[in-house]
C-alpha cells in the first residue's frame, strides 16, 4: 500500500489549502487520517475519519478544518480554512488496515505565513 499526499503549499494566514491523499494497492481501510509533525515535536494528530465516517479533529483545527473521505478510491481530503501561522507543519497522511497496520504517505510542507 502507497499513500500519495498533495497539496501542501505557502499561503498567507486566513488563506484556505485543500490537501489530497490517494491510496494505491488498496482501498480498504478503516480509518485515514491527517497527522503533522514541526521540527522537534511529536507528530500530533490533525483529523480522522473512521469507516463509518466519524471524525475526530485536534482541538487547535476544530472548526476551522474538515476532513473528508471517498471510500471507493481510498482516498482522504483535508479542507484547511483560516489558515494561522501555527498550522506550519508536515502534514503526513496516514491509513489504518483492518489489521491495524499504519500506512503513511511521504508528507506535504504546509507553511502559512503573515
Known amino acids: 500500500v502507497q499513500l500519495q499526499a498533495s497539496g501542501g503549499g505557502l499561503v498567507q494566514a486566513g488563506e484556505s489549502l485543500r490537501l489530497s491523499c490517494v491510496a494505491s494497492?488498496?482501498?480498504?481501510?478503516?480509518?485515514m487520517g491527517w497527522y503533522r509533525q514541526t521540527p522537534g515535536k511529536e507528530r500530533e494528530l490533525v483529523a480522522r475519519?473512521?469507516?463509518?465516517?466519524?471524525?475526530n479533529y485536534g482541538d487547535s483545527v476544530t472548526g476551522r478544518f474538515a476532513i473528508s473521505r471517498d471510500y471507493a478510491r481510498g482516498s482522504v481530503y483535508l479542507q484547511m480554512n483560516r489558515l494561522k501561522l501555527e498550522d506550519t507543519a508536515v502534514y503526513y497522511c496516514?491509513?489504518?488496515?483492518?489489521?491495524?497496520?499504519?500506512?503513511w504517505g511521504q508528507g506535504t510542507q504546509v507553511t502559512v505565513s503573515s
Open positions: 494497492g488498496s482501498n480498504i481501510f478503516t480509518e
Open positions: 475519519i473512521s469507516s463509518d465516517g466519524n471524525t
Open positions: 496516514n491509513a489504518k488496515n483492518m489489521m491495524f497496520r499504519d500506512f
